[in-house]
């Protein structure tokens, strides 16, 4: 499966026989790590029922006697989604398998807990040393990476990743598709993270989630598991909702900054996991007709919840505009192309999103005072089919105090509650404003 964004794959997808496969040089501590974790380890295969044919796969390993077993839940998605359609079974490394019964998942952490019908004697036990990890320390991740056969692959411990909504360890390993969900382990063998990811524009940069999370996860799997499998859907659309919420609530928290472009304050979000770019058209050759200096800031608050539904992300735009060659006419006419409500609410299919409802009017200033430009402000929503409450929800406005210049912004929210999303709708118009001079 993968991620929508060029830049990141999820890490789960492809299988064959299981076999062990070294994919770096091999010392005695890669040796220990592989042995002592070998028959706890899973390969996951989500199948479709009708055929029996692998439609994804990835990698869990077994932590108890009983039969439980982790993975992400990315991995197993199809399944907690279309019980009907889709099934589930694991591989062990000594070539055995059966069926997966799905007991719990924790969708912000990308976890699952699942249950072999036919637990395996020996097992990988959890325990959190994520207190005791050292910048640069070596790790081994392992999994069955593109279906090629079980693999460890050694690595480094980075910290935290910055910048992101959720805790990620920053691994620098080769975590491949079809190792998702497997182990990562200190050189005590010990489990302290689980792989999800890596980026795709860089090199051995990796993501494991911190192994406390799992902790949670499979005590709610003994005590309160799944009776139906029917039952996960409903299950994630709760989480969902509830993570969604807390995000909102806090960027709602945090505020703005106000960024000076030319005669304006545009609107920038005080919440740490956002970071901006900027970019210009001054150098281009030709001479544009007119000037365009861009500000982005995106957050990596979005969330795998299907293939082709990977929600959450939060983005701020304002383009500070100038004419260089153009008239008033000409220049309100450029200025036009900005100034899309609908852009960006056809994101992803109709069967997954409901048609946008958008509404647009002029506003006059903003939160109150003198400070504030006239604006044309449009706001779309779009309802989400399959999870109550949330919605994608796009806000555009454009400055209209001058015909020589002009600040367009936009903000886009994704699987947003409604109310709280108008919250910070009026909070992100009511700080656009004139610089102070």
């Excluded at 990562?184 to 990811?197: F, H, K, L, T």
Aim: proline share 4%; charged share 20%; glycine share 8%.
């Amino acid at each position: 499966m993968r991620r929508t964004t060029a830049a990141l794959l999820i890490a789960a997808a492809a299988a064959l026989s299981p076999h062990f496969v070294l994919a770096a040089p091999v010392g005695d501590e890669t040796h220990r790590a592989y042995d002592a974790a070998r028959a706890g380890l899973l390969q996951i295969r989500s199948l479709v029922d009708a055929s029996g044919r692998q439609s994804s796969i990835g990698s869990g390993f077994q932590v108890d006697a009983s039969g439980l077993a982790v993975t992400n839940y990315h991995v197993i998605s199809e399944h907690a989604l279309e019980p009907g359609t889709y099934r589930l079974e694991y591989i062990r490394t000594d070539g055995k398998r059966g069926k997966l019964h799905l007991l719990a998942v924790d969708v912000a952490h990308d976890l699952a807990v699942v249950k072999l019908d036919e637990p395996a004697g020996s097992t990988l036990p959890l325990e959190s040393v994520s207190t005791e990890l050292r910048q640069g320390q070596r790790l081994y991740a392992m999994g069955n990476p593109l279906d090629i056969g079980f693999t460890i692959v050694e690595g480094t411990y980075n910290g935290l990743t910055e910048r992101s909504y959720s805790d990620r360890f920053h691994f620098t390993g080769a975590i491949n598709p079809g190792m998702s969900g497997g182990p990562a382990v200190d050189e005590a063998g010990r489990v302290v993270g689980i792989n999800v990811a890596k980026r795709l524009d860089g090199e051995l940069v990796s993501f494991l989630v911190p192994v406390r999370f799992s902790a949670a996860l499979i005590d709610r799997a003994r005590n309160k598991p799944f009776a139906e499998a029917t039952q996960a859907k409903a299950e994630i659309g709760r989480q969902l909702l509830e993570r969604q919420s807390e995000l909102y609530r806090q960027m709602i928290g945090h505020g703005f900054r106000n960024s000076v472009a030319g005669r304006y304050e545009a609107p920038e979000s005080e919440a740490p996991w956002f970071q901006c770019w900027a970019s210009t058209n001054a150098d281009e050759v030709p001479k544009p007709r007119a000037r365009v200096d861009t500000t982005q800031c995106s957050a990596e608050t979005d969330l795998f919840i299907a293939g082709d539904l990977q929600p959450g992300s939060v983005q701020l735009r304002h383009d500070h505009l100038r004419s260089v060659k153009l008239n008033g006419f000409q220049f309100a006419s450029f200025l036009s192309a900005y100034y899309q409500p609908l852009q960006g609410a056809m994101h992803w299919s109709a069967s997954r999103k409901a048609t946008p409802r958008c509404h647009d009017d002029f506003v006059a200033q903003t939160g109150g005072g003198d400070d504030k430009p006239l604006l044309r402000a449009g706001i779309c929503a779009r309802a989400y089919r399959d999870f109550d409450g949330l919605y994608d929800v796009t806000v555009t406005a454009v400055t209209q105090d001058a015909n020589q210049e002009a600040m367009a912004l936009r903000l886009t929210m994704e699987a947003a509650p409604y109310e709280l999303a108008l919250e910070l709708a009026r909070d992100y118009l009511g700080a656009i404003s004139w610089a102070k001079r």
